[in-house]
Nanobody
Framework: QVQLVESGGGLVQPGGSLRLSCAAS????????MGWSRQAPGKQRELVAS???????NVADSVKGRFTISRDNAKNTAYLQMNMLKPEDTAVYYC???????????WGQGTQVTVSS
């Protein structure tokens, strides 16, 4: 059974940093585009960043210059480095994996990020 397990969330002050990790039990991790999305209370889930199988990244305008997505195929893990955090970044952050050669998509359970003083 495929699992995506997020970690690294927590409470941080404005201006602080967090690094989220997504460990995936995928047999062909390198063939999946990995993404991070977030959902704040009362709002729709939004895509924050993605990284494709070739390493090309895409980052939402709202976090550009502050968040960086990366992946380590040897460790089956994707990361989201979040710097200069703002209260509006508070949300549950979800990892997802999309198979580049088919329709398989997997989601993690999410990790809470709270930015507050």
């Amino acid at each position: 059974q495929v699992q995506l397990v997020e970690s690294g969330g927590g409470l941080v002050q404005p201006g602080g940093s967090l690094r989220l990790s997504c460990a995936a039990s995928l047999s062909a991790f390198s063939l999946y585009t990995m993404g991070w999305s977030r959902q704040a209370p009362g709002k729709q889930r939004e895509l924050v960043a993605s990284i494709n199988t070739g390493g090309r990244t895409n980052v939402a305008d709202s976090v550009k210059g502050r968040f960086t997505i990366s992946r380590d195929n040897a460790k089956n893990t994707a990361y989201l480095q979040m710097n200069m955090l703002k209260p509006e970044d508070t949300a549950v952050y979800y990892c997802n994996a999309i198979y580049d050669y088919g329709s398989r998509t997997y989601w993690g359970q999410g990790t809470q990020v709270t930015v507050s003083s």
